[in-house]
Nanobody, 128 residues
Framework: EVQLVESGGGLVQAGGSLRLSCTAS????????IAWFRQVPRKAREGVSC????????YYADSVKGRFTISSDNAKNTVYLQMNNLKPEDTANYYC?????????????????????WGKGTLVTVSS
């Protein structure tokens, strides 16, 4: 059974940085795509970034390219999302998600519908 636990959310001023962590149990990172999504009330869940170790693929939403960096430490079964130059529009609940396979066949092709397991989320608030 897969369990994903996010951490690292908080309150930060515009222009600041946060690093989110997603620690997984019950899976081997080499066999899974690990992604970050975010959601605000009354809006659809939005894909932010994805990483899959098996093929080395990484994806970013256009809205975060150049500001966010995803990375993984497979020995710790942890994926990180380094968020720099944060903007108020980045305010959201951030969720970690996992799917068997690679990002191109799940996250990229199907978005949130392509993910199999979800964490409970961590809140990021960016003040202006």
């Amino acid at each position: 059974e897969v369990q994903l636990v996010e951490s690292g959310g908080g309150l930060v001023q515009a222009g600041g940085s946060l690093r989110l962590s997603c620690t997984a149990s019950g899976i081997t990172f080499d066999d899974y795509a690990i992604a970050w999504f975010r959601q605000v009330p009354r809006k659809a869940r939005e894909g932010v970034s994805c990483i899959s170790s098996s093929d080395g693929s990484i994806y970013y939403a256009d809205s975060v390219k150049g500001r966010f960096t995803i990375s993984s430490d497979n020995a710790k079964n942890t994926v990180y999302l380094q968020m720099n130059n944060l903007k108020p529009e980045d305010t959201a609940n951030y969720y970690c998600a996992a799917a068997g396979g690679v990002c191109g066949g799940s996250y990229y092709s199907r978005g949130y519908l392509g993910m199999d397991s979800w964490g409970k989320g961590t809140l990021v608030t960016v003040s202006s």
